[in-house]
């Protein structure tokens, strides 16, 4: 068997929201985002699959949205991912605590957890996302967006939440992929992924945390950890296996390969390549300018463009959501 390599962190978060417009208002114009890639649901056509990340879409950026104007509101539960966390340098949430204000978004925060200054807020769908402050960040924020002063913006994840019922065998999961305990603060064990710096290299496990709940928009459906290659992919299947665990048959996803297993406590898991990227079929110029579909559904095209809510703004017509831009 070939020597499964290190997960070196979080490939990308995927989750459920409500109107797709709204969510795009959010990412793009709240969050300081970067569109990275407007698609379809694979399953579903005439559903988007919207993906936000920093400006090279890099592994360890990547939100990714399945928008559904009429599913539920969901609740988190025990047994899945429960939050989203970013990276913001060193000093740049008090830029932040001023830009919700402006757009009279609730907070809770900031305060220091784990040494760091970190606040909360939802987005309109109730998943919650932490803004952290970390001295180690690296990346590029995007050029294009005038959201924030570049020294505040986010260059990716900082990590995510799981609740579990017992914290054991996840935590053996995550010490398998190369991980190691941080600390433990007020019921938080901190995990994080080899390597000194970078983004998305942090996972905090907390025990029962949520009782009853229920999938919907808000929700997470899987996190995704990183694999260089398919090769590697390929061995984390047959040591997966030799675990005890099922993962899929390996699926494509034109921008990166996965498999899927669901850990013990029920969290679903993928382990997806960095190769090939975004870039795959967009320059880094040029990511999320247009619908892209898979082969099978080109010829279905027209129908699919008409069917599907327009996101962006046109020149006449500005988004519901002001950028509130402030520069120091």
Do not use: C
């Not at 592994?59 to 913001?88: C, K, L, N």
């Not at 029962?208 to 928009?217: I, L, N, T």
């Not at 079929?281 to 080109?298: F, H, M």
């Amino acid at each position: 068997m070939a020597s499964a390599p290190h997960i070196e962190g979080i490939h990308h978060i995927s989750a459920i929201s409500g109107s797709p417009k709204v969510n795009y208002d959010f990412y793009t114009q709240i969050m300081g985002l970067r569109f990275v890639k407007k698609t379809v649901n694979f399953d579903d056509p005439f559903t988007y699959h919207l993906y936000y990340g920093n400006h090279q879409g890099a592994p360890g950026s990547t939100i990714t949205f399945f928008p559904w104007a009429h599913v539920v509101q969901g609740s988190p539960q025990t047994g899945e991912t429960t939050a989203t966390a970013y990276a913001i340098p060193f000093d740049g949430l008090e830029e932040w605590v001023s830009h919700f204000a402006e757009h009279n978004i609730r907070i809770d925060g900031p305060f220091e957890q784990f040494g760091q200054k970190t606040l909360i807020v939802q987005d309109p769908d109730g998943l919650q996302i932490q803004l952290i402050e970390d001295a180690g960040v690296t990346g590029v924020p995007d050029p294009h967006l005038d959201i924030h002063h570049e020294a505040s913006a986010i260059r990716g994840f900082f990590g995510a939440t799981l609740d579990v019922a017992d914290i054991g065998p996840t935590a053996e999961l995550l010490q398998t992929f190369g991980w190691s305990f941080d600390a433990e603060e007020n019921g938080i064990h901190r995990y994080r992924a080899p390597g000194e710096h970078g983004i998305g290299k942090v996972v905090d496990v907390v025990q029962q945390k949520h009782g009853e709940g229920r999938f919907g928009k808000g929700t997470i459906h899987h996190i995704a950890f990183r694999v260089p290659d398919k090769d590697a992919q390929e061995a984390w299947a047959e040591e997966l296996v030799h675990m005890g665990f099922s993962p899929t048959p390996i699926q494509e996803r034109f921008y990166f390969k996965a498999i899927y297993f669901r850990e013990k406590n029920g969290i679903l898991f993928e382990l997806a390549t960095d190769e090939p990227g975004f870039t795959a079929d967009e320059s880094i110029e040029e990511l999320g300018t247009s619908l892209k579909l898979p082969a099978w559904y080109e010829p279905h095209r027209a129908r699919i463009e008409e069917a599907l809510p327009i996101l962006e703004p046109s020149a006449n017509q500005p988004s519901v959501v002001s950028t509130g831009s402030r520069k120091p």
